[in-house]
């Protein structure tokens, strides 16, 4: 079973330019994450989408950041402008489970972004 | 008070050894709970689940103490490959909240 894919795997950019990640989930996986991850600390989740609709976004800083899941299946997230405090690794991760449940989420490789 | 907390670490420790993680929740609704396991420079992957009357895999004990909101995570017999950061995760709502981990080295 493939797992879940994101791309491009690394990324520098300059402040104030524009960034955007991809993320391909587990076939068949209703819920899809993006997470932020900073060195020393542990994934936060930025969104959370059930199928195509978002089930938690109150932790994603909207003046700057934006995703979408068209389809219920790929999603991007994009951060425009980006700040030096962005750089991290965004994490994609999948499970099966519809909202209300926890099963095991699978993540992907990540992409890290360094913002100069 | 952080909604999961963890003491960063390392916890270096011999090879053979046995060493033990804790992990306190701030939120009693909590309703889930989990160890994922990350490498350096890799993604978290589950370790395990735990559960109210513990539970055991192997050389990986956890239990879960609802009373005081804490999560313990037991590791006998340390082996070399066990060096990572296990991350502690308690899930309520929609939401589950990682803990910015442990790091364990395991040393010959």
């Known amino acids: 079973e493939a797992g879940v894919a994101q791309s491009p795997r690394y990324k520098i950019i300059e402040k104030r330019q524009s960034v955007a990640f991809w993320c391909n989930p587990i076939?068949?996986?209703?819920?899809l994450y993006w997470y932020q991850q900073i060195l020393g600390q542990g994934p936060k989740l930025l969104i959370q989408?059930?199928?195509?609709?978002?089930?938690?976004d109150s932790q994603l800083p909207k003046d700057r950041f934006s995703a979408e899941r068209l389809k219920g299946v790929d999603s991007t997230l994009k951060i425009q402008p980006a700040k030096l405090e962005d750089s991290a690794v965004y994490l994609c991760?999948?499970?099966?489970?519809?909202?209300?449940?926890?099963?095991?989420?699978?993540f992907g490789p990540g992409t890290r972004l360094t913002v100069l | 008070r952080k909604e999961v907390e963890q003491d960063p670490g390392p916890f270096n420790v011999p090879e053979g050894a046995t060493v033990a993680f804790n992990c306190t929740y701030s939120?009693?609704?909590?309703?889930?709970f989990f160890w994922y396991r990350q490498d350096c420079r890799k993604e978290p992957k589950l370790l395990m689940s735990v559960y109210s009357s513990g539970n055991e895999d192997g050389r990986f004990t956890a239990q879960l103490n609802r009373a005081s909101q804490y999560i313990s995570l037991l590791i006998r017999d340390s082996k070399l490959s066990d060096s990572a950061t296990y991350l502690c995760?308690?899930?309520?709502?929609?939401?589950?909240?990682f803990g910015t981990g442990t790091q364990l080295k395991v040393e010959l």
């Open positions: 939120n009693s609704a909590s309703q889930s």
């Open positions: 991760a999948s499970s099966p489970t519809l909202a209300g449940g926890f099963d095991e989420q699978f």
């Open positions: 995760v308690v899930g309520g709502g929609n939401k589950l909240t």
């Open positions: 989408f059930q199928n195509n609709g978002v089930v938690d």
């Open positions: 076939s068949g996986h209703a819920t």
